[in-house]
């Protein structure tokens, strides 16, 4: 049995279609990630799954059961941990007094030590909920998210805004709870958290789901494993065509945009020397030449034609 599973989901606010006839299963045990951009629909959909916004149309099953309201949802409400994308939490209450406060809802719950630890913020007990940073404020949140010993865990963009060392001391906590057989649903705009912590990944881009599988998997299915950027100082001038660019040794993609052409590549050592010598041949003077492997990010601008940024 799946833990989660949707169908035919529809949501709309006003004139806007937030979730345009939605279908998704996640199985049990896996980290399943949402992406896409802020305004693609990933909120809603969770907050739908979560109990916490009605669909207008389509059938949510959660752990084999529906949000019918009374006993049901309530026995429901005790399986799931979650995490909303800005929790707010009284800022003159300790963290203890915080965790203790969460674990008054529950019937079954960790210990305080026990949740403090899952998140590593022992030393903080006492400290005041106003008084932590931004990461520590994550980490709490996820564990009064955690507190109930949840099955399935959801957890909307936790690490939005943080910075790197934050960002990877919360993958370290979202990892244990996976690695023990937890459930895991995910939003993010991170194409890099999405690749490090789900087993698979769902791209949204207005309410709809446009990529589904594996990182690995979809970013295969580019047909290349690197990316080359570049734009030229002298703007169009000497700007060679996409015909010429994809004719270049070793290159599979061209997708030009109004500041830089990318070039989707197999081999990086025969296609940028082919592409300078293009360039000298134009008398095109580089500004920018950069090289990456291919990501989830590069997946998204291939199916919808804009960067992540301008979406």
């Known amino acids: 049995m799946p833990a989660i599973r949707c169908t035919g989901l529809v949501k709309r606010y006003g004139d806007v279609l937030a979730v345009a006839g939605l279908d998704l299963a996640v199985t049990a ?24 916004t009605p669909p207008d149309a389509g059938d949510v099953e959660i752990l084999g059961l529906h949000w019918t309201g009374g006993a049901e949802t309530r026995a429901l409400r005790e399986r799931l941990g979650i995490q909303l994308q800005d929790t ?47 990461g520590q404020k994550q980490r709490l949140a996820v564990a009064c998210a955690l507190v109930s010993r949840p099955e399935l865990l959801f957890l909307d963009e936790p690490t939005t805004g943080l910075d790197p060392q934050s960002r990877r001391q919360l993958w ?23 690749e490090r912590l789900c087993d ?66 197999a081999e990086v050592h025969r296609a940028v020397p082919a592409l300078l010598a293009l360039l000298e041949r134009r008398g095109a003077e580089l500004s920018l030449l950069a090289t990456h492997h291919a990501t989830l990010e590069d997946v998204f601008v291939t199916l919808t034609g804009r960067q992540l940024r301008d979406a």
């Open 29 to 52: 045990g896996e980290c399943f990630g949402l992406l896409g951009p802020n305004g693609a629909g990933k909120t809603t959909t969770i907050e739908i799954l979560e109990g916490l």
């Open 88 to 134: 707010q939490l009284a800022d003159k209450l300790t963290v203890e007094e915080t965790v203790r406060l969460f674990r008054s809802f529950y019937r079954s719950s960790h210990t305080v030590d026990e949740v403090l630890a899952l998140v590593e913020l022992e030393e903080k007990r006492a400290s005041w909920v106003g008084k932590l940073s931004g």
């Open 172 to 194: 370290d906590v979202i990892g244990r709870f996976r690695a023990a057989g937890g459930t895991i649903l995910l939003t993010t705009h991170y194409m890099e958290e999405a």
């Open 200 to 265: 698979r990944v769902a791209i949204m881009d207005h309410g709809k789901i446009i990529a589904l599988g594996t990182p690995g998997s979809l970013i295969a299915s580019l047909g290349a494993e690197h990316v080359v950027e570049f734009a030229l100082a002298d703007g169009a001038a000497h700007a060679p065509g996409v015909d010429e660019l994809a004719a270049l040794a070793g290159v599979r993609a061209v997708r030009p945009a109004p500041d830089r052409t990318a070039l989707t590549v």
